[in-house]
């Protein structure tokens, strides 16, 4: 008899007296069969009935010859419900393992239960999860002798626990009891380090870097960032490090002026303290500190209305290629006004002032500056001039 197959048993009766070998069993309600057994057999099982149903059978004992012999025995009798006999027949799920196991994954294993009947062809499971931060229920068919199930979007450094349970659908839902609980740990991962990590500022002792946020990561929440600095060509230094948090930019200051910088970017996780790999690594020089201020400045040729300026070309530098100087000129006692400045380029190290008042004391003083930084070096020392007066003009008398 197959598992959940139904049965009924009777023993039949045969009056005393009567020396025949068969009892003929007839069934309903439709086209009941007209069963035959030696009289020997005290019972008979009835396979394929319908659960939760009502059958009505007769028995009659008949003689050899086919004669019936007395009146019918009438039995009614009904079958258990198929949840009755479903609950003694399905199985927890064995044999479970967990394997693969990653930061934000696992696959877990099982072997599915062999069972005789129909019934079970609408056959599920379901796995349960849970852990501190959620609770999850998957539903999965029957598939194979050996089934698995990857279960991904977990929470790295977790432990999880998973249960299974077989369940039986057809006029009536059977569940099968839930198996031991079964423990896994996800893996501690790291986050995604940031992307785009670049320059937008130069200056001769700070640069600003900039970077995007890293793609995302469900196992991590990235609020924070390690920045790294340090000069390209010591490699034997530390890096220096600055944290920096809801932002995605870093100035970084008090550098040196003319030397290349490393400098690459980490992502954080607060939670897990967790730092990610690390970024794309860019380069930058700093700008130069100034170029060196004009020497030997002397004046000449000073007249009513003009002046000249003398200078001794500054020293070649190889930070500096392209020097010009700035000439700044102002009336002295003018002090609220903005000093005139005249740019002096092509190698030239002389100009001369003119259009201006006479009889008038003005300060004057240079800088050099290099066009391709845009860096000015410190100022000379300021020159104080006093035009002189115009020139007499004699009358003939």
Same mark, same amino acid.
């Given at each position: 008899m197959a598992a959940g197959d139904q049965q009924l048993v009777h023993t039949p009766f045969v009056p005393a007296g009567y020396w025949s070998q068969c009892a003929p069993m007839i069934w309903n309600p439709v086209k009941a069969p007209d069963i035959r057994f030696s009289s020997?057999?005290?019972q008979y099982t009835f396979y394929n009935l319908a659960p939760s149903t009502q059958y009505?059978?007769?028995?009659k004992v008949i003689s050899p010859f086919g004669n019936y012999l007395g009146q019918y025995i009438s039995i009614t009798t009904k079958t258990l419900p198929l949840i009755h006999h479903l609950n003694t027949s399905i199985h927890t799920p064995k044999l479970i393992q967990i394997?693969?196991?990653? #930061? &934000?994954?696992?696959?877990? =294993?099982?072997?599915?239960?062999?069972?005789? *009947? !129909?019934?079970?062809?609408?056959?599920?499971?379901?796995?349960?999860?849970?852990?501190?931060?959620?609770?999850?229920?998957?539903?999965?068919?029957?598939?194979?002798?050996?089934?698995?199930?990857?279960?991904?979007?977990?929470?790295?450094?977790?432990?999880?626990?998973?249960?299974?349970?077989?369940?039986?659908k057809l006029s009536e839902t059977v569940y099968s009891e839930w198996s031991n609980p079964l423990t896994a740990f996800t893996s501690? #991962? &790291?986050?995604?380090?940031? =992307?785009?990590?670049?320059?937008?500022?130069? *200056? !001769?002792?700070?640069?600003?870097?900039?970077?995007?946020?890293?793609?995302?990561?469900?196992?991590?929440n990235i609020n924070c960032y390690l920045v790294y600095i340090r000069p390209t060509f010591t490699v034997f230094s530390h890096f220096q490090k600055f944290n920096i948090c809801h932002s995605y930019v870093c100035d970084i200051k008090s550098l040196l002026p003319g030397v290349n910088y490393t400098v690459y970017v980490e992502?954080?996780?607060?939670?897990?303290?967790?730092?990610?790999?690390?970024?794309?690594?860019?380069?930058?020089?700093?700008?130069?500190?100034r170029p060196i201020k004009p020497e030997n400045v002397t004046v000449t040729n000073i007249k009513p209305n003009q002046f000249t300026i003398?200078?001794?070309?500054?020293?070649?530098?190889?930070?500096?290629?392209?020097?010009?100087?700035?000439?700044?000129?102002?009336?002295?006692?003018?002090i609220n006004d903005n000093f005139n400045q005249f740019n002096v380029c092509n190698g030239k190290s002389e100009f001369t002032v003119t259009f201006?008042?006479?009889?008038?004391?003005?300060?004057?003083?240079l800088k050099s500056f290099d066009t391709n930084y845009g860096i000015y070096s410190d100022a000379t020392k300021s020159f104080l001039i006093y035009t002189t007066y115009p020139a007499c003009k004699f009358i003939n008398t």
């Open positions: 020997s057999h005290f009505t059978y007769q028995l394997s693969n196991i990653t #930061s &934000t994954s696992f696959v877990i =294993i099982w072997s599915v239960m062999k069972t005789n *009947g !129909s019934q079970f062809k609408t056959s599920t499971y379901e796995i349960l999860l849970n852990s501190q931060r959620q609770s999850l229920l998957l539903i999965k068919n029957i598939s194979s002798e050996l089934f698995r199930e990857k279960i991904e979007n977990l929470t790295a450094c977790t432990i999880y626990t998973i249960q299974m349970r077989l369940v039986v501690i #991962s &790291t986050p995604n380090p940031p =992307i785009n990590v670049t320059f937008i500022e130069t *200056g !001769s002792t700070q640069l600003r870097v900039v970077w995007m946020p890293p793609e995302e990561n469900l196992a991590f992502s954080f996780d607060l939670t897990y303290g967790l730092r990610s790999l690390p970024s794309n690594y860019i380069t930058a020089v700093t700008y130069p500190d003398r200078w001794n070309e500054i020293k070649h530098d190889l930070t500096f290629t392209n020097i010009c100087y700035s000439l700044y000129v102002r009336p002295t006692l003018n201006l008042l006479p009889k008038t004391n003005y300060t004057v003083y």
